[in-house]
Structures are given as C-alpha cells and as structure tokens.
C-alpha cells in the first residue's frame, strides 16, 4: 500500500461522515454502477481504560489472543460512529470511526500490530483483521482481557447475537464500565484494515475500520457533498 493511496483513501473516509454526501461508483462484483447516500450514527462512547485499541471480529474467539495496534490512545472514554446507507431498516454499513476529536485528520497511516512493516506490502495489500460472521467490534484491550477470564465462550456468543442490530453496545457483565461497540461488517466476511488519522505533529483524532464498499480506485474528487 502505497503513501498515496492511503491519503486518497483518507480523503473517501472524511466525506463518508459527512451527511448527505452522494457517490456512483463502479462495483467489481457485479460490474454494475452503485449509489450511495452516506449518513452518520452514534453507536456508543466506548470507556479504553488502557488506551490499547483493539479492531476485530468479536465471534472469534472474543478475539481471544487479538493483540493491540501499536498507537496508543489517551486513556478515556470516546465515542465510537458509523457511516451508513441504504434502507433505514438494514443500512450497509461503510466504515466505523472511534473518534478523539471531531477536527479533520491533516494525515492518515495504516494501524499497525507489532511486527507488521508496511514498506513489506504490496500496492494493493494492507494488514488489517479478519471477519467471518459479518460483525466488526472495537474497544480497549482490556476489556477483552477481562471478557476472555471470566465469560464462557457460548455465553458470550449468545449474548451478542441475541437480538443483534445492525450496530450495539456489549458491556461486561460484571464490570459497570467496560464495554465494547459492535457492528456489521459493510461486505460481511472478509479482511478489513484500519487507519490512524492524525494531526501534522502526530496526535491521533480517530481511528477508522474501512469495510471496502467503496472500492480503492474510487476517487472522492466527483462526489457530491
């Protein structure tokens, strides 16, 4: 993944959250032109009591053994959105974004887990996490710590798919403040990747999970907002 396709991708992820933006794009899959309508909806403030952030599928295991990305946050509680569209009753939903602060990125940089090397991928590879139920999950590395010692695995499943939206908050059970937000996944199962958005310094504002709806080459310049 090339420095110049992550900085097109970031300019995709600044107009999907800005509502009533419009786009055509041309989809691999069917070959056929797609529409989308993009809005914005709360999910929930997530509490990260470590500032270890974690993206992964929540069926797998809990993400049992899902190791932090390398950037740390401030330890605090932020709030976590997702840009959909589509029927108000089953929208797809494009991206997730846990944001620090509401003020546009100046960069972005693909999330990194320890050992991952960029400068090893190539123009169209990236490293994210893998999904094969059709949800996504972010929280602290903490509170999957603690979900992973104390909650049974079939418990866990349960209470996540039971009643499941399209977007929710899964707090611990015997924690009053650790929780975690879950959402679909916008193509269901597949290999996603993240991406720090930050200030010219370096400060991190958001992290976003792109689930790929909109395809790479798209170019945000003819969309409109």
Request: include cysteine.
């Given at each position: 993944?090339?420095?110049?396709?992550?900085?097109?991708?970031g300019r995709v992820f600044e107009l999907l959250y800005r509502d009533g933006c419009t786009c055509v794009?041309?989809?691999?899959?069917?070959?056929?032109?797609?529409?989308?309508?993009?809005?914005?909806?709360?999910?929930?403030?997530?509490?990260?009591?470590?500032?270890?952030?974690?993206?992964?599928?929540?069926?797998?295991?809990?993400?049992?053994?899902?190791?932090?990305?390398?950037?740390?946050?401030?330890?605090?509680?932020?709030?976590?959105?997702?840009?959909?569209?589509?029927?108000?009753?089953?929208?797809?939903?494009?991206?997730?974004?846990?944001?620090?602060?509401?003020?546009?990125?100046?960069?972005?940089?693909?999330?990194?887990?320890?050992?991952?090397?960029?400068?090893?991928?190539?123009?169209?590879?990236?490293?994210?996490?893998?999904?094969?139920?059709?949800?996504?999950?972010?929280?602290?590395?903490?509170?999957?710590?603690?979900?992973?010692?104390?909650?049974?695995?079939?418990?866990?499943?349960?209470?996540?798919?039971?009643?499941?939206?399209?977007?929710?908050?899964?707090?611990?059970?015997?924690?009053?403040?650790?929780?975690?937000?879950?959402?679909?996944?916008?193509?269901?199962?597949?290999?996603?990747?993240?991406?720090?958005?930050?200030?010219?310094?370096?400060?991190?504002?958001?992290?976003?999970?792109?689930?790929?709806?909109?395809?790479?080459d798209s170019d945000p310049a003819g969309w409109l907002c």
């Amino acid at each position: 993944m090339t420095p110049e396709a992550v900085d097109r991708r970031g300019r995709v992820f600044e107009l999907l959250y800005r509502d009533g933006c419009t786009c055509v794009v041309d989809d691999p899959r069917t070959n056929r032109k797609q529409r989308f309508n993009f809005r914005t909806q709360f999910v929930c403030d997530v509490y990260f009591p470590s500032g270890k952030v974690v993206a992964c599928d929540p069926t797998d295991g809990l993400c049992f053994g899902t190791t932090p990305f390398t950037r740390t946050i401030p330890r605090g509680t932020y709030s976590v959105y997702v840009s959909v569209s589509g029927p108000a009753r089953r929208p797809k939903v494009m991206s997730a974004k846990l944001e620090r602060d509401s003020i546009a990125p100046d960069k972005w940089e693909l999330a990194l887990r320890p050992k991952q090397n960029i400068k090893r991928l190539k123009k169209r590879e990236f490293f994210g996490f893998g999904v094969d139920a059709g949800m996504a999950a972010v929280g602290d590395h903490e509170t999957f710590q603690i979900t992973n010692s104390k909650h049974d695995r079939d418990q866990w499943w349960e209470s996540i798919v039971d009643g499941w939206k399209t977007h929710q908050e899964w707090s611990v059970p015997s924690s009053k403040r650790h929780n975690i937000a879950m959402f679909a996944s916008g193509l269901g199962d597949g290999h996603y990747p993240s991406f720090w958005g930050t200030t010219k310094r370096g400060r991190v504002l958001c992290l976003v999970i792109d689930f790929c709806v909109i395809p790479w080459d798209s170019d945000p310049a003819g969309w409109l907002c």
